[in-house]
């Protein structure tokens, strides 16, 4: 069993760094439908990672912020695997690579959370939800 605040930062922290991972691919999107669904999904994270940090704030807690090593570590990755290949079959390919790993951790944390909040059951689930439809929104660029 993972408290709240555990859980809730897990998704503060992954909703950064899927921000993060978005930024790094962004500039190498030419296509201009995968642009946009690149410019949403960013969008979409940094929804709920404000929200996220607003239920920890009104629990007393705070979520952390993903560490610059890991943030730079993520955007060389990124600039490495598009040296070799910027088309938009790639890119989505990456991007759903990331949301992928995000559904099988946000599954694990939502499994270990006994419930509690309904708000952060909620939370959850919206987020789960999201990389979910995030997967289904890329596939057809790839």
């Known amino acids: 069993m993972i408290p709240e605040n555990e859980l809730l930062q897990?998704?503060?922290?992954?909703?950064?760094?899927?921000c993060e991972g978005i930024l790094a691919v962004m500039d190498a999107a030419e296509d201009t439908g995968l642009k946009k669904e690149l410019s949403?999904?960013?969008?979409?994270?940094?929804?709920?990672?404000r929200d996220a940090?607003?239920?920890l704030r009104r629990r007393g807690s705070f979520g952390g912020d993903v560490s610059t090593m890991s943030k730079l570590s993520a955007r060389a990755m990124s600039a490495g695997k598009l040296l070799l290949d910027r088309s938009p079959s790639h890119i989505a390919e990456m991007t759903i690579e990331g949301n992928n790993m995000g559904i099988s951790k946000t599954l694990q944390h939502l499994h270990d959370y006994g419930g509690g909040h309904p708000?952060?059951?909620?939370?959850?689930?919206?987020?789960?939800?999201?990389?979910?439809?995030?997967?289904?929104?890329?596939?057809?660029?790839l």
């Open 119 to 141: 708000e952060t059951l909620d939370l959850a689930n919206r987020f789960l939800a999201a990389q979910r439809a995030n997967v289904e929104s890329l596939q057809p660029y």
């Open 53 to 55: 940090e607003e239920l």
């Open 10 to 18: 897990y998704i503060h922290k992954t909703a950064e760094i899927g």
């Open 40 to 49: 949403r999904q960013l969008a979409e994270y940094r929804g709920f990672e």
